[in-house]
């Protein structure tokens, strides 16, 4: 929209063009008595493709890189998912690894997270490096 967010003013940052896919698995039943139970397997991966969408800091700020680091590095990220619903018990585990933040300097970051449920109970678990943290500063 053209709106500033606060930390990069409005129409800086160029157009971002990415491909990316995804495969999806699974299996899955209704038993006889009505309950659908399932488990289900996503693998997933993306990239930028535009050139000049991701810089180190210090070259967006007109700083030199230092050397051996690339100064135009692409966004990329792969990741997995299972979902799973057998015998009353519920279960997602997902994680993904890339280098997702521009201003990452290079770092590829990794993130999981971890949901268990049975009946009423539920817990679960989120873990992100600092390069993958999309909390970081907020």
Request: negative net charge.
């Amino acid at each position: 929209e053209g709106k500033p967010n606060g930390n990069v003013p409005a129409g800086v940052t160029p157009s971002k063009y990415g491909l990316g896919g995804d495969i999806l698995l699974g299996w899955e039943r209704t038993r006889e008595d009505g309950v659908q139970e399932y488990i289900k397997v996503e693998l997933t991966g993306n990239s930028t493709l535009s050139s000049g969408y991701a810089q180190a800091a210090g070259a967006a700020a007109g700083v030199p890189a230092l050397p051996g680091a690339a100064a135009d590095d692409i966004l990329w990220d792969v990741g997995a998912k299972v979902s799973m619903k057998l015998w009353g018990l519920c279960a997602l585990a997902a994680t993904d690894v890339g280098r997702k933040k521009d201003g990452a300097q290079g770092t590829v970051g990794a993130d999981a997270l971890l949901t268990l449920g049975y009946r009423w109970f539920s817990a679960g678990g989120y873990f992100a490096s600092q390069a993958s943290n999309v909390f970081q500063g907020v």
